[in-house]
C-alpha cells in the first residue's frame, strides 16, 4: 500500500507543478529561458520532444527515414520524456521545439499561460482505448471504481466522461466514489498497465500501445476504443513555437513537410512502422515490444469480429482503423473540443474555457498554412483519403 501512496504523491506533485506551468506567471520564468536560448541560438536545430506513444509515430518515422535531413533540415536525435509535465516544461523552456501534446493541453498552455504556441498538424487519428480489468463488462461495471486517465486536458478524459454520462455515471475527482460515480486519477500511461495488473485501478484510457500491451499480457480487455466514440479524431497534435513559425517560416514548412511525408508513407508501410517503433531497433525510440505495436499499427490484425462481438466496436460502418494517419487539423474538430471541455471536469485552473469562443480557438489555435502546403506536395488531400478540408464531426455513445 506505501508504494501505492507513494506513487500517487509522486503523480500529485507531477500534477501541480504542470498547474504551475499552465499559469501567466508559472510559465513566465521558462518563457524567459526559451527568449535567451533563442536569443543565443537563432537557427536552432530541429529538437523534437515525444512520449513513447504511437501518437509520436510520425515525427520519429521521419526522423529515423531521414525526411527531415532530405528537407535540408539539421536534426537532433528525438528526446524521450516519461510525463506530459517533463514535455511541456521542455518546449515552454526552449529546449524543444517541437513536440506531439494532447489536443486539449494546447488548448490550456495557450489560453492559460499565454504561452506563444501554435498547433501545425495533427499527428494521428484515433489510437487510444479504455482498457478494463477482465471482469468489467459494461460502463455501468465501473461505478463505484477507480479509473485513470492521462491527463485532466486529454481527450481521453473528454471522451470518459462523454461516455459515463451517458450511462448516468458522475466523475469525481476525490474521496471514495458510490456506485454512481467514477473516481479519476491522473496517471503517467507507463505506470497504468501496472497498476491494472496489481488491480488499483478498475481501468485506464490511454494512447496505444498500451491498450495493447495489456492484450498481450492478459491482464486486461479493451471496453472502448475512442475512436468508436468520436470519429476520426485527434488525441495527439504537432506544437510548434509560434516564434518560428513568424521568424522561420521556410524552416517551420520543412518541418511540416517531413511530418506530412512521414505520415502518408506510414499509409503504405505500417509493419515497418511497427518495427521502427520498437525496442528491437537500434534507435531505441521506445520501450514496447514488436508484437504490441503491430496490434496496433497494422490494420489486417484488428480482429473487428471479436470487438464488434464485445462492444468494443459500436459503430461498425465507420471502418475505423485502430490508428490511422493523416495530418491536416480539422477546424471543426477543435470548435467541438472547446465545447465539451466547458463540459468535463478539469482540475487546475480553467476559468479561462467559459470565455473561449470555440470558432475563434479554431483559427487562432491552429495555423493550417503549413500543412496545407505540405499535403499538397505528396499529392493532395487525397494522398490520405480526404476529399476537402472541412467535415462534421461524429461523436456517439
Request: some cysteine.
Amino acid at each position: 500500500m506505501s508504494s501505492y501512496n507513494d506513487s500517487t504523491r509522486a503523480r500529485r506533485r507531477q500534477f501541480l507543478k504542470l498547474s504551475s506551468m499552465f499559469t501567466a506567471m508559472g510559465a513566465l520564468p521558462l518563457l524567459q529561458m526559451s527568449q535567451a536560448a533563442r536569443a543565443a541560438e537563432p537557427d536552432a536545430p530541429l529538437r523534437i520532444g515525444y512520449l513513447p506513444i504511437t501518437d509520436a509515430t510520425p515525427l520519429l518515422v521521419a526522423h529515423h527515414n531521414k525526411l527531415f535531413q532530405d528537407q535540408g533540415l539539421e536534426v537532433e536525435k528525438p528526446r524521450m520524456f516519461r510525463s506530459w509535465a517533463q514535455i511541456v516544461e521542455a518546449f515552454l523552456a526552449g529546449q524543444v521545439n517541437a513536440v506531439h501534446l494532447l489536443s486539449p493541453m494546447t488548448v490550456w498552455a495557450r489560453y492559460g499561460s499565454k504561452s506563444p504556441a501554435k498547433i501545425v498538424a495533427w499527428n494521428h487519428m484515433s489510437g487510444s482505448g479504455l482498457t478494463v480489468q477482465p471482469d468489467v463488462n459494461s460502463l455501468e461495471d465501473l461505478g463505484g471504481t477507480t479509473v485513470a486517465i492521462p491527463f485532466w486536458y486529454s481527450l481521453h478524459n473528454v471522451v470518459l466522461q462523454h461516455l459515463l454520462r451517458s450511462k448516468g455515471l458522475e466523475s469525481i475527482s476525490d474521496g471514495t466514489p458510490t456506485k454512481k460515480q467514477v473516481k479519476l486519477v491522473v496517471m503517467a500511461p507507463s505506470d497504468m498497465v501496472p497498476a491494472l495488473a496489481n488491480k488499483q485501478i478498475s481501468g485506464y484510457i490511454v494512447a496505444e500501445p498500451f491498450n495493447a500491451s495489456a492484450e498481450v499480457l492478459k491482464i486486461g480487455k479493451i471496453l472502448r476504443f475512442t475512436g468508436d466514440v468520436w470519429k476520426d479524431h485527434a488525441c495527439c497534435v504537432v506544437l510548434m513555437h509560434e516564434q518560428d513559425l513568424q521568424q522561420r517560416p521556410e524552416w517551420t514548412q520543412k518541418v511540416v513537410n517531413g511530418v506530412v511525408q512521414a505520415q502518408a508513407w506510414i499509409q503504405e508501410n505500417r509493419e515497418e512502422t511497427a518495427h521502427i517503433l520498437s525496442k528491437e531497433n537500434p534507435q531505441r525510440y521506445t520501450p514496447h515490444s514488436y508484437e504490441a505495436l503491430a496490434q496496433v499499427l497494422q490494420p489486417e490484425l484488428l480482429d473487428t469480429q471479436l470487438y464488434e462481438s464485445s462492444g468494443a466496436i459500436v459503430n461498425t460502418g465507420w471502418k475505423e482503423k485502430r490508428i490511422d494517419f493523416q495530418p491536416y487539423p480539422f477546424p471543426s474538430y477543435t470548435e467541438e473540443l472547446i465545447v465539451k471541455l466547458k463540459d468535463t471536469l478539469v482540475l487546475g485552473r480553467n476559468e479561462f474555457l467559459a470565455d473561449l469562443d470555440p470558432s475563434f480557438v479554431a483559427g487562432d489555435l491552429v495555423d493550417d498554412s503549413f500543412v496545407r502546403e505540405a499535403i499538397e506536395q505528396v499529392g493532395g488531400p487525397e494522398k490520405f483519403g480526404l476529399s476537402s478540408f472541412t467535415r462534421k464531426e461524429s461523436i456517439t455513445v
